[in-house]
């Protein structure tokens, strides 16, 4: 399966961005019951998870983004969203899509990822 993300850039602080992550490339490949997540890395720090969606469909969102971003799907579409408001500089980082595989709560497939660029 292929995930690609979209809609990263440059904003200033304040603004918003959306994340999109398409999955293809892999016959019958669905996201209804899939663990599913959007995680960043900076230059120089360990990647955090952003955000995830559990197998039951339950959101959770690390504390530093949690009340400005939300996660969404489209089983249908075979998409991921990550709607990103009151960006921060801290914000800053390549963010990644990523799906675990079968019924798994880890992360197996993933994107090449995309740069969200945050200025004060």
């Known amino acids: 399966v292929r995930l690609v993300e979209s809609g990263g850039g440059s904003v200033q602080a304040g603004g918003s961005l959306r994340l999109t992550c398409t999955f293809s490339e892999l016959p019958g490949f669905t996201i209804s019951t899939r663990y599913l997540g959007w995680l960043r890395q900076a230059p120089g720090q360990d990647r955090e998870e952003v955000a995830t969606?559990?197998?039951?469909?339950?959101?959770n969102y690390a504390e530093s983004v949690r009340g400005r971003f939300t996660i969404s799907k489209d089983s249908a579409e075979l998409t991921l969203y990550l709607q990103m408001n009151n960006l921060k500089p801290e914000d800053t980082a390549k963010y990644y899509c990523a799906a675990g595989a079968g019924t798994r709560n880890d992360f197996t497939y993933w994107g090449r990822g995309t740069q969200v660029t945050v200025s004060s």
């Open positions: 969606i559990d197998r039951d469909g339950k959101l």
